[in-house]
């Protein structure tokens, strides 16, 4: 069973590569094949792509080392140097495989090599599938603050293949479901009881992940859609990532680091404290995910990072929460007390 939604200038695909991908590809004419990997997904993914594609330009592979802590400048300079080694030329087709570091930082380079070479995401990871391949958002990290230095830009394709889930640890396929949930939130009430109300999941087979991942998918096409840069409703997005993205940055250089998942769940549930739907979103989240406490002592560095936030207008730390109806919203500004106060619920939970 395969499903293609429609980006206005880009295609989703969700099913099986060896149904979307050689069709797609067939109809292009690309002189150069430029594969992006981490050492994750040249081990559990790139045997799968390579086999489920078909015939294709033989491809440089480039690997970089994975994790948040290197999507930074310098490995930029790594993959710049690679397709400078490997003579890409402006009629090459970059492709993204892995989770969401790896689409926002290949996504980047393409999008600035010689002024912009076409790319795809393959997303390997739920919440790349579901949220970070989607929309154009490309970007790295600088100085330890999320995604500061980016550009806007679309994949020519997008393609979700449920297959790519099952190479997947526990921890991280979880992490994938914080943003399928917030997709429901903002926007798809029935997405909500397409999901198990607490983890486990059930074991889905292809057609259920497929189903899932469409109706995530379009929630957000829905807003990107109407929004592309990020103007006015896409600020909806970021619901759970004005503390999430405080949250992980906090987190990073911590012997756990929180995933990019467990940071906005918590986000939500400190965030939803402001909201109307506050109950329905604190027990679905705490059922999915552990709790980590919020030393207090880090409240001021949080504070920090949050005054970062890309969202925040004239020094005020901005959020955008989910409003009555589905797609409909209200930008709050929060002092240092609300933050506390918030912290301190998610805190209290447990």
Not at 279 to 294: K, N, V
Request: aromatic share 10%; with cysteine.
């Amino acid at each position: 069973m395969e499903q293609h939604l429609q980006l206005p200038n880009s295609h989703v695909f969700v099913g099986s590569l060896s149904e979307t991908f050689s069709d797609w590809f067939n109809r292009q004419h690309y002189s150069q094949v430029f594969v992006i990997v981490d050492e994750h997904t040249e081990s559990f993914c790139l045997p799968i792509f390579l086999e489920q594609i078909g015939k294709i330009p033989a491809p440089v592979i480039a690997k970089v080392p994975a994790g948040e802590a290197h999507k930074n400048t310098a490995t930029c300079e790594t993959i710049w140097q690679w397709m400078l080694n490997a003579k890409l030329d402006r009629n090459a087709l970059v492709v993204n495989l892995g989770g969401g570091v790896i689409g926002d930082m290949g996504g980047f380079c393409a999008a600035t090599w010689k002024r912009g070479v076409d790319f795809i995401q393959v997303p390997t990871t739920l919440l790349a599938m579901t949220d970070a391949a989607i929309g154009g958002k490309l970007g790295v990290d600088f100085h330890g603050i999320k995604n500061i230095i980016g550009v806007f830009k679309e994949p020519v394709a997008v393609f979700a293949d449920p297959v790519f889930l099952k190479t997947l640890p526990e921890r991280t396929l979880k992490s994938g479901f914080a943003e399928v949930i917030k997709h429901a939130v903002i926007g798809d009430p029935e997405l909500w009881t397409l999901m198990p109300p607490k983890w486990p999941s059930p074991n889905y087979s292809t057609d259920q992940w497929i189903q899932l991942l469409h109706a995530s998918i379009a929630v957000k096409i829905s807003i990107v859609t109407d929004d592309p840069l990020e103007k006015g409703r896409r600020m909806l997005l970021n619901f759970g990532h004005t503390f999430g993205h405080a949250l992980e940055s906090c987190f990073l250089e911590t012997s756990d680091p929180l995933t990019h998942g467990e940071a906005v769940a918590i986000g939500m549930i400190c965030e939803s404290m402001l909201s109307n739907k506050r109950d329905e979103i604190t027990a679905r989240l705490s059922s999915y995910f552990p709790h980590r406490p919020i030393p207090p002592s880090a409240f001021p560095a949080i504070w920090k990072l949050m005054l970062q936030d890309k969202k925040n207008s004239s020094g005020n730390v901005r959020m955008a929460l989910p409003d009555e109806l589905p797609f409909s919203m209200k930008t709050v500004d929060i002092s240092p007390e609300t933050m506390v106060r918030s912290l301190s619920f998610y805190n209290g939970l447990w």
